[in-house]
Structures are given as C-alpha cells and as structure tokens.
C-alpha cells in the first residue's frame, strides 16, 4: 500500500495538516495545539495502519513537541526538520505564497522527496539536560544585555545604575546556580561524564562548552562518523555551481541545529591559536587567502572532527598525532 505523508505546520496554538498521496496534497486543516485538537487530527487521520503514515513537522522549539511525542506514541513515523532545509525546498519548487496550509503541503512534499531521519523522543535525562542547557543560554543573553546597558548608562543616576548592578549580579548567580545543576545531572550519566571528560582534553573545548554540546546532542555515539557529526550539524560546506558564469564560494550548509553552531564558535576560535592541529590547519587556509570567516567554519568543522574522534576511540586528545603518524614510504 501506498505511504501516506502527513505535513503538518505548527505554531503556538495551532497547526495545519495536509495529507499527501500519490504526489497530490488533500485539503488542509487546522486544529488547536492542545490534546483536544490531537484527538481531532487523529480522528480525521486516514484509517489506516499507523505505520503506514509519515509525519513531518518542523523543529519550531517547544510549539511541537508535545505533537512530535504524541504522533511517536501512535507508533506513526515522524520527521522534525530544519526549518531552513524546508524553505530552500519551498525555493526550488518555486513556491511564493506563504500560508499555514500551503506550509503544511510543502512539508508533506519535502517528506515524501527527501525521506527526511526519524525523530525518536528524548529520554527524560535527556530532554531535562536540554532544557537546563537552553536556559543556561537564555540567562547569558540577559546577563549580556544588562552589561551592554550599564556601559551605556555610566551618566545616568546612581539609582539607576544600582538597579542594573543588582541585577548583574541576580544573574550572574543564576547562571552559576544552573551550570551546577547542569554538571551534577550530566556526571550522573556514567557514559555522557566520560564523554565530557575526553572532550575537554581538546584545547579550545572547555568544561562548559563540553557539557552543553553533550546536553544538546546526548550521546555522540549514536553518530556513525565524524563527517556524519558535522553535517547533522550543518558544519559542511555547500557548494553553488552551474554551467560556466555561476561559481559562488562554499559556505557552511546551516542545516543542523543553530544552537550548537553558535556552543561552538568561540572554542573555534580559541583552538584556532592554541590547538596545534586546528593551528596548523588554519594556516595552511590563511596561505591559500581563504577569508576570515571560512577559516573560523573550517576550524569548527575540524573542531567536531577531534570531538567525535576521541569519544570513538576512548583516548585523551594527543596533540602530537599528526607528527607520530608515518609518512609515506
């Protein structure tokens, strides 16, 4: 029997359906993003095998969630995507009006093209990690807007610079409150400890950065090899060429979660000057006159590389590995 591809598009308090079968899209509906409207998608759902339907939503932060968890509970195959990967498909096809239902059909075209992974829900370890790792980020922006207004208000009057200053410091001690409920939960998963102690063996990979890149992802096992890693992530670069006249510069794909290109942007940095092999790496990028830029997404994607490489392999970060490798014979 044919598969039947269900797109859905969610927001905070409603989602478009559309199923889609034999290439052709039915009729959108809307329902509400509460249980009662799970029922009703589910009722309105063709009667066929669970199995037989292939869902496809969007990674829209928490709006989707609930209805991700409820579709995988009915056992119905699910897909949570990259909101940028639908909208270069939307692109491609041409597509220039923009609706709830016309979003819904995209999706359920971009599932039925593309065959997108199956989303399988966070375990509850897991999904609290994220989430403490979420809002330990949230509080460093707050933490970094109310220093940026202090440093423009220097000439502004004592009590409104108490203010600022109390809470400075308000959250300066949430943010350290949180990063140590975020390192006891993660040391209580034996294989995620292990995991974050070999991270930061790697120069540029601190403790924090190593906690929240295993809060966000889990388990980099779960990953088949480095280069599966980096383009989960949106680390490899993607290329536009056509005939003669089109030749543009590759540039990072960004088709992986945004969260965790940004966890490693400054450890790219960092590992740029004091990581022996990412230094050397760079250089030879500075050499060939690659700008700035390409040379800080290269050292992430390099970056990644190390990670996955000495989780798989279970050993410290050895500076000296290029130089103890033979040379051709």
């Known amino acids: 029997m044919d598969v039947l591809f269900v797109g859905i598009d969610i927001a905070k308090a409603s989602f478009a359906a559309v199923v889609r079968q034999r290439g052709q899209n039915g009729k ?60 270069r498909f939307a692109q491609a096809g041409l597509v220039r009006n923009q609706t709830d239902p016309v979003d819904a059909g995209i999706l359920a075209e971009f599932c ?12 509850p370890a897991q999904a609290e990690l994220r989430a403490l790792s979420r809002r330990l980020d949230d509080l460093q922006r707050m933490l970094q807007m109310e220093r940026n207004r202090l440093a423009a208000n ?56 190593a906690m929240r890149f295993l809060a966000e992802l889990g388990d980099l096992r779960q990953f088949a090899d480095a280069k599966q890693l980096a383009a989960y992530l949106g680390l490899t670069p993607a290329w536009k060429r056509s005939g003669t006249s ?31 092999i990412v230094h050397a790496f760079c250089e030879r990028l500075a050499d060939a006159r690659k700008s700035d830029m ?15 490489g000495v989780v798989h392999t279970g050993r410290p970060f050895d500076p000296l590995y290029l130089s103890k490798q033979p040379g051709p014979s």
């Open 28 to 87: 959108a509906r809307t329902f509400k993003n509460t249980a009662a409207g799970f029922a009703q998608f589910f009722a309105w759902l063709p009667d066929v095998p669970p199995q037989q339907l292939f869902a496809c939503l969007e990674a829209t932060g928490s709006y989707g969630q609930a209805l991700a968890e409820a579709l995988y509970a009915r056992a119905m195959p699910v897909s949570v995507v990259n909101p940028l990967a639908v909208k």
């Open 112 to 123: 039925e093209s593309k065959k997108p992974r199956l989303w399988q829900p966070p375990t």
């Open 154 to 209: 220097q000439n502004q009057g004592a009590t409104l610079l108490a203010s600022l200053q109390r809470l400075i410091e308000q959250l300066q001690a949430e943010i350290e409150l949180i990063t140590a409920e975020l390192r006891a939960r993660l040391d209580q998963e034996a294989e995620l400890k292990r995991q974050k102690e070999l991270l930061m063996t790697i120069q540029g990979v601190g403790q924090l950065t």
């Open 246 to 276: 089109v030749h543009s510069r590759p540039r990072l794909s960004k088709q992986g979660p945004a969260q965790v290109r940004h966890l490693l942007f400054m450890p790219a940095i960092v590992a740029k000057r004091f990581n022996p």
């Open 294 to 308: 390409a040379i800080i997404g290269a050292a992430m994607h390099k970056l990644v590389h190390l990670m996955f």
